[in-house]
Structures are given as structure tokens and as C-alpha cells.
């Protein structure tokens, strides 16, 4: 990526030429601070459509917040949403599709967030740490008892989270395909009846997670909440096969996932492109081991 100068409405902003194997293949704004005229949270935006389909313009905003004496340092979620939104970057600028509406954003929703969650794992990976995060005066490296630390918290009451995580998933899915309840009780009989059957802690008094959940009615998850969980389970996949080669940034892995995934687009359906990168169909395992729960 090669920094180039432009006039813009903040400082902050910083726009990149993209190459690969020196040709180019796209514009990349970075614009991570907080300022006030933003809306809150993070995220990644396209705008080849805007252009004639003709230059691909990939956008990163997120709301970062610069310390008053200058200095600005980033938690681990920060780097991790960082990351994130880079990965969704990539999708968009090392697709083949000539059609953005064919491209990145707009592959099916089961893997939309697996190039972003997926390079989330390197954040918390020692080698990777080792090289980017540092004390910000003396340089040292993140201390090993601090990465056993993360390693603890990281698989800390996975289980029940994943049953939540399920429980929602299936309200979802009754919600949306059972046919609309004739009556607020027999609606809370639905609900009620999916966490008794989903989850292991008995239901606390007042349970009404549908009268809140905003993701499955006006959030653009409706039937799609499952898509979250999906995708990790996809990622971890692909992570494990970094892992299983020895080489965190293997060039060999990272060419196979860009060519039959990253920049497939909708060449394919997903189960075809995940079958063309793993050999066989997506599996849990590598999920539950990420998670703990397995070895
Ligand atoms: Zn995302």
C-alpha cells in the first residue's frame, strides 16, 4: 500500500493505493478517529458503485479515541475491530467480480463477516503481538504471563455463551417460520418453551428477550441471527489450517483462501467455494477446540 495525499474534512483521514504484484487494485481511506460529526461504532463501506463500476474504493471508519497528550493507545478490542474492518476491506478489494453487487459485501450472508472475524485471530496470536504491540515507552513485549491470562479469559464461559448465542439463533428461526402468533401469551409460550429447550441454567422471572431484540426485526438479521456463530465456525476453520501449516502468514494458505474464497466472490455458492478451500464440507471441531470445549 503506497500513502498518498489528499484534501479532505479532517486530518485524520489517510487514503492508500492498493497494488498487488504491483498492479493497482483499489483506493483505501482509513478514518479511525473520533469526531463528532460521525455516528458511534465501526465499520467498512464500497463506493464502486459511485464510480461507474469502474475503481474500486474500499472505506474504514471507526471512532478511536486520541488521548489528550498526543499519544494514542488502543485496547485489544480496538485492534481487534481494527482487524475486523480491514478484513472486510479486503473482501471488496481483492475481489475478481468486475460488479461490486457480486463482490465482497454481498456474498451470501452465512460468510459476509469470515474475512473480518477471521483476521481477528491473529491479534491475539503471540507472534503476530510480539511484532506490533509494545509498551509504549520502554518497547517491551507483551509478558507471556499475559498471554496466559488472555488465553484463561478467552475460553471462559464459552459454553453458556454458545448455548445463548443458540438460543437467540433458534427463537429467530421459529419467529420467522412458524407463523406469526395470534396472541402476545402464545408468543411468550414460543419463546419460552425455545430457551427451556436450548439452555441449561433454569429461566429467570422475567424473560423477554423478543421484546428487545432488535437485530431480528428491524436489524437485518431476520432468520439471519444463526450467520454470526456460522461464520466463526467457518473462520476457525480456516484459521486452524494456518495454525496446522506451521506458518501464521503462510504464503501457500493465504493464496488458497484468497483463490477460492476471498476473491470468489458469488462465482459460487458458499458450501462450494468452502469445499473447493477445505476438501470436504465445513466442520465443528475446529470451532469447538478455538472455544475450549474440545481438545
Ligand atoms: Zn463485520
Known amino acids: 500500500m503506497k500513502k498518498i495525499d489528499i484534501l479532505s474534512y479532517s486530518h485524520d483521514v489517510a487514503v492508500y493505493e492498493v497494488y498487488r504484484k504491483w498492479e493497482f487494485i483499489s483506493y483505501f481511506f482509513t478514518d479511525y478517529f473520533y469526531n463528532d460529526l460521525k455516528r458511534p461504532g465501526a465499520w467498512a463501506n464500497m463506493m464502486r458503485e459511485r464510480f461507474g463500476e469502474k ?17 494514542t493507545l488502543l485496547t485489544l ?15 471488496e478489494m481483492l475481489s475478481k467480480s468486475e460488479h461490486s453487487d457480486l463482490s465482497g459485501f454481498h456474498v451470501e ?19 503476530w503481538m510480539d511484532r506490533f504491540a509494545r509498551h509504549y515507552k520502554t518497547g517491551e513485549k507483551v509478558p507471556d504471563h499475559m498471554h496466559e491470562k488472555m488465553k484463561k479469559l478467552d475460553s471462559f464461559w464459552n459454553g453458556q455463551m454458545i448455548l445463548t448465542q443458540n438460543t437467540y439463533a433458534m427463537m429467530d428461526m421459529k419467529l420467522h ?58 473462520e476457525k476453520e480456516v484459521w486452524k489450517a494456518f ?21 470468489a466472490g458469488t462465482t459460487k455458492k458458499a458450501s462450494e467455494l468452502f469445499r473447493d478451500f477445505f476438501w470436504r464440507d465445513v466442520q465443528i471441531d475446529a470451532f469447538l477446540v478455538e472455544k475450549g470445549l474440545i481438545n
Open 243 to 263: 495454525k496446522d501449516s506451521g506458518d501464521i502468514f503462510s504464503k501457500e494458505v493465504s493464496q488458497k483462501f484468497l483463490d477460492d474464497i476471498l476473491s
Open 55 to 71: 475503481q474500486k474504493i474500499v472505506l474504514n471508519v471507526c471512532n478511536f479515541q486520541k488521548w489528550a497528550d498526543g499519544v
Open 177 to 234: 417460520s412458524e407463523g406469526v402468533p395470534v396472541s402476545e401469551s402464545q408468543l411468550d409460550e414460543l419463546v419460552i418453551h425455545n430457551y427451556t429447550k436450548n439452555s441449561l441454567l433454569p429461566m429467570w422471572d422475567i424473560y423477554s428477550p423478543h421484546t428487545t431484540f432488535t437485530h431480528i426485526f428491524d436489524g437485518g438479521y431476520a432468520a439471519g441471527y444463526y450467520s454470526y456463530m456460522w461464520a466463526e465456525i467457518i
Open 109 to 127: 450472508w452465512d460468510f459476509i463477516e469470515l474475512p473480518s472475524q477471521l483476521l481477528e485471530n491473529w491479534c491475539r496470536d503471540k507472534v
Open 77 to 91: 478490542s480496538d485492534v481487534e475491530t481494527m482487524f475486523h474492518e480491514f478484513g472486510h476491506a479486503t473482501h
